[in-house]
């Protein structure tokens, strides 16, 4: 315990002192040389929401989940009810939003917003001078400079140049503090893109190309997988190197292997990641994706690879017919990568066409702390749980970072995926999650028929060594020989219709499509319809949902329950079936 306390100190003090760096490193860039213009007319890369653009304007404020109405007001007097909000204003993410608009007033209040944010936080105060921010905020400023400088006196295209010069500055001098993943990718591709951009700051180019070409061969992995595991995060990941393969494109630069690579590997993990309706699943603390945004980048992207037959990215993929099955077939991440990551090992995600119908919790990071550490556990995914534990285990929160995270300190030790090669996708997965807790090893067989009209699984729970039982028995006889209760879940996506049928022997589970699924198991566990929520982000407050239960106990050394979804009606419009109607407000 001593030693826990004491790391989280270490982590505490780590944190200060990156503070204090990063300030110094803004106050100090502020100070030196300011670009005189741009080298080249920039265009915009990002695509923002026209329907959040509106809300902008309406002075309806909703980031990290928290809504804030304040009409006539400037973005920078909101009070902040959460450092995730700060984060979210200084990252000007929300600049695409009101460029999709592309009116007068949007326009004007983009420009008021932007120089309000120079003439109070420029000099180097304020929370957004972080290399990840920093390097977001930048690319937002070139991709839409011309509706920022449009109409506007010298005097603020002084201002906004020296700003943009600080920013680059201080990115060159602070990339490095950035955490190895997503943040520092976007601190180097904002340091790229403004050194290529802007006129007096093409030196700070070679080493920051040098630079992501280490990260790229250090951070992505010969699969295409991040550490993470964060399906949204590659996305993020992959969209950046793209954004800098263009810019370097256009500048005349070469593009290094290393780069050109890591594009490469990356591209056939989104696509066995992509659900039919162009989503992704949602493990590890990742969402859909922004709409459109996965097929945009695979298709700027150029490359061919198609889904991997194999494993990608820890997850593997079934599909047949109009289904997609995605399994989460992999030990979660450990460490620090681990700070969002959810203990679903052996969840799955089943979408028919463009519509999902058993899905993951998702991230509940936007709603507050409790519904985040409920989001990472186990019973917040379609895959079993034993009662009052989850297959990976949080520990202690740690002072890490920008606000106190929590890692997994307790993941299975072997997990393993094995396909059987015959007319059925056949799937045999398993995991050791509960054997330090219960003696207990989870096994997942999974069936698709080769028309995707059916899924068959079986999941067992049994003690496997002579350890195991031995472990096992201890636990039985603690119980009182009642037996180890465990659940298996299967959360129903909210625009599904789900009800009991068959005298509550099934699940019937209607589609907005006009498809119908059905439920069935082989009455070895009891079944429940009972209440679950979707976690989706952009949402003020979790969306109602159901989820089908199988309750049982293990009383002997294993226990085996078989399942099926098999569809059970199609619909007359399958194939024009391609409107996402679903409420993402």
Known sequence: MAGMTQGVKTGQNQARISYILNRFAARRAARGQAASGFVSQPEPRTIGSFAKGRQLMAGNFLFAGFLIEAPDQSIWNLPVPDPAFDEALHGFTWLDDLAAVGDRQSRVLSQDWVGDWITRFGDGSGMGWQPDLTGRRVIRWINHALMLLNGQERSFANQFFASLG???????????????????????????????????????????????????????????????????????????????????????????????????????????????????????????????????????????????????????????????????????????????????????????????????????????????????????????????????????????????????????????????????????????????????????????????????????????????????????????????????????????????????????????SGEIWVFRHDEVAQLALEPSVYLEKGRIRPRPALQIVLSSKVLDYACQINWTFAKAQDTPAAIRDLEDDSDRV
């Not at 991997?308 to 995605?326: E, H």
């Not at 979660?332 to 089943?350: I, Q, V």
């Not at 995707?452 to 472990?471: F, P």
């Open 166 to 512: 600080a920013q680059t500055q201080y990115l060159s001098r602070r990339w490095k503090s950035a955490p190895p993943g997503l943040p520092r990718f976007e601190a180097l591709t904002g340091l790229i893109y403004a050194s290529l951009s802007l006129t007096g700051m093409e030196a700070l180019a070679d080493p920051a190309i040098q630079a992501l070409s280490r990260e790229c061969d250090a951070q992505i992995d010969a699969q295409g997988g991040i550490p993470t595991r964060n399906p949204e995060e590659l996305l993020e990941v992959f969209t950046l190197l793209g954004w800098a393969r263009i810019a370097l494109r256009e500048a005349g630069r070469n593009i290094s292997v290393e780069h050109l690579s890591a594009i490469d590997r990356i591209a056939p993990t989104l696509r066995t990641l992509r659900h039919a309706d162009g989503t992704l699943a949602r493990f590890h603390g990742g969402g859909r994706g922004a709409e459109g945004r996965l097929d945009q980048v695979l298709s700027g992207s150029q490359t061919k690879g198609a889904a991997q037959p194999g494993p990608a990215m820890g997850f593997a993929r079934m599909q047949a017919g109009r289904c997609t099955v995605i399994v989460d077939a992999a030990t979660p991440p450990k460490g620090a990568a681990s700070a969002d990551a959810h203990a679903s090992t052996l969840a799955f995600e089943l979408s028919s066409g463009r519509r999902q119908v058993i899905v993951s919790c998702g991230s509940g990071e936007q709603f507050g702390r409790e519904w985040h550490r409920a989001g990472r556990a186990t019973p917040s995914h379609s895959t079993l749980s034993i009662e009052g534990f989850s297959s990976s285990r949080l520990g202690p929160e740690r002072g890490l970072g920008r606000s106190p995270a929590i890692w997994l300190d307790e993941t299975p030790s072997q997990t393993w995926a094995k396909t059987e090669h015959d007319p059925f996708h056949h799937r045999i997965f398993g995991h050791d999650g509960y054997v330090p807790t219960h003696g207990m090893t989870h096994m997942r067989e999974l069936l698709l028929s080769p028309d995707g009209r059916l899924l068959k699984g079986c999941d067992t729970l049994g003690a496997m060594t002579a350890q195991d039982r031995r472990r096992f028995e201890t636990i039985f006889e603690r119980e009182k020989l009642r037996g180890i209760p465990f659940d298996i879940r299967f959360h129903i996506h909210p625009d599904a219709d789900a009800t009991l049928d068959m005298g509550g022997h099934a699940v019937s589970i209607a589609l907005k």
